[in-house]
């Protein structure tokens, strides 16, 4: 729905919002934005070369499970989900070429691709969305910084809207748990790291980065690890006072480890059930 969805906004400029609330209130996406689980499925799906419609799916879902940890209203929370789903649209605008650029991008591609998030805002500010502040603030702000070094308009804290802060944190997550054409996809606690440094210099927002982090790790344990020993673990504690901190894992043959103090050990992989299963 979303493809076909993107393909017609693709041709006349505008998104159809009555299908957008149709798919951020379907009872499918909702249920996802409740189950942690999605969590490791967005480390594990195939994306096929259709990066921008799984990227704005997991966007959603990241963003409804925020909105559930932060206790939001259903209502506040669907918006929330809307957001997420529309808040890459501007890159309909842009080339495959550029956005699937194996190299560097010039000065000129770059500029082009930090415009994503003005082009998706001025597709909606007319439309069915004028009076969605929150909806239309989170597609704009995505890539602002609360230090004020992010785009499009370099805009500090203070004026960067909740959904906008929120989607950031969702945006980067989904990202780096990506096989994209200029890098490899990472390992959860790998972009822990990526984040607390972020939240640490003052580019993300402090509260709902650290809830952010502390949340995931919750959603994580009981899974299973590939470990670059070839062996594969069970997560059994996760220390979440320390925003970068690695797992205390156990093995099938009842070994523990604990990562942060283990070396030459590192995560190669989430496990989903399937592969758990071809594992063992």
């Not at 490791?40 to 096929?48: A, C, E, P």
């Not at 997560?235 to 480890?257: C, H, K, N, W």
């Amino acid at each position: 729905e979303l493809r076909v969805l993107f393909a017609r906004a693709l041709k006349s400029g505008e998104v159809d919002m009555e299908v957008v609330g149709n798919l951020a209130a379907s009872g499918l996406l909702m249920q996802l934005c409740d189950g942690a689980k999605a969590v490791t499925q967005i480390h594990n799906m195939v994306r096929d070369g259709e990066y921008l419609l799984h990227h704005s799916i997991h966007v959603s879902i990241l963003a409804g499970l925020m909105g559930k940890w932060l206790r939001m209203p259903r209502a506040q929370r669907q918006k929330l989900i809307i957001s997420g789903l529309i808040h890459d649209v501007g890159k309909l605008r842009i080339s495959n070429d550029i956005l699937n650029k194996a190299g560097r991008l010039t000065s000129t591609e770059l500029k082009l691709v930090r415009r994503h998030a003005e082009l998706g805002y001025e597709m909606l500010r007319y439309g069915q969305l004028r009076e969605e502040t929150d909806i239309l603030m989170g597609v704009l702000q995505h890539h602002e910084r609360n230090d004020g070094s992010g785009y499009p308009h370099g805009t500090k804290a203070a004026e960067i809207n909740d959904f906008g802060r929120i989607l950031a944190i969702a945006d980067i997550y989904d990202a780096m748990a990506a096989n994209r054409v200029y890098a490899k996809k990472k390992n959860p606690f790998e972009v822990f790291g990526v984040l607390s440094d972020d939240i640490m210099n003052g580019r993300l927002d402090t509260e709902y980065g650290v809830l952010y982090i502390r949340k995931i790790c919750h959603a994580l344990n009981g899974s299973w690890l590939k470990l670059s020993n070839g062996k594969w673990a069970k997560i059994v504690y996760i220390d979440d006072s320390r925003m970068s901190a690695l797992p205390v894992v156990q093995t099938p043959d009842g070994e523990f480890l604990d990562l942060n103090n283990t070396s030459g050990v590192k995560i190669t992989a989430l496990l989903n059930s399937q592969e758990l299963h071809d594992e063992s």
